[in-house]
């Protein structure tokens, strides 16, 4: 008895794309409290053009996104991070120091 394999649109040799989880980087260290005072570690969730990177991108839980947000209004506030990327141009990077 021969059993008919069926494809369902993809070649034989190919494997399905399973999309890896992202995992909360937050949550991994154990990181309560998000300081607005260093923004090179909030730097890699705020886009080149400023924004604030949503988080199936920054792959960070609820719960930090929404402190993630906080702090980066509070550091835009005071001038660590940038509102809109004319101001990266032109700093270039000024408040990254550590």
């Given at each position: ?21 992202k ?30 990177e ?45």
């Amino acid at each position: 008895m021969a059993v008919a394999r069926v494809t369902r649109g993809r070649k034989w040799g190919r494997a399905k794309y399973v999309p890896r989880r992202k995992f909360c980087s937050f949550c991994k260290n154990k990181i309560e409290v998000i300081d607005y005072k260093e923004p090179a570690k909030l730097r890699p969730y705020v886009s080149d053009r400023g924004k604030i990177e949503p988080r199936r991108k920054g792959g960070t839980c609820a719960r930090h996104q929404r402190l993630l947000a906080t702090a980066v209004k509070r550091a835009r506030h005071l001038a660590l991070l940038p509102y809109v990327s004319a101001h990266i141009r032109g700093t270039e990077g000024v408040g990254l120091r550590d």
